[in-house]
Nanobody
């Protein structure tokens, strides 16, 4: 499975970005994860196929929105009101099967190469 992310950029605090992830397969739950320098990779949001059940990290609730187009095997992460602590490399990940039960990175099976998001104060 190949996952290709795009949309990372450098913006000022309070700004917005939209990340995209295109998956080569069509039977996966997709999610976004991020890793800041010196920190562990953490889950940001996941979306299950079909019903589109979503899970968000507490730190992004109300600011980030994950969405998908099952026909296009694409997921997006709309990020609003960005903060400096949102800085990091954002990775798209896929889990075999349509359902993502949580935000644990260890639960994902495939990873993209990442896209850099930098938020300046």
């Amino acid at each position: 499975v190949e996952l290709v992310e795009s949309g990372g950029d450098s913006v000022q605090a309070g700004g917005s970005l939209r990340l995209s992830c295109v998956a080569s397969g069509s039977t996966y739950c997709l999610g976004w994860f991020r890793q800041a320098p010196g920190k562990e990779r953490e889950g940001v949001a996941t979306i299950s196929r079909g019903a589109g059940q979503t899970i968000y990290a507490d730190s992004v609730k109300g600011r980030f929105t994950i969405s998908q187009d099952d026909d296009k095997n694409t997921a997006w992460l709309q990020m609003n009101d960005l903060k400096p602590e949102d800085t990091g490399t954002y990775y798209c990940a896929a889990r075999r099967g349509p359902f993502c039960p949580n935000l644990e990175p260890s639960g994902m099976d495939y990873w993209g190469k990442g896209t850099q998001v930098t938020i300046s104060s």
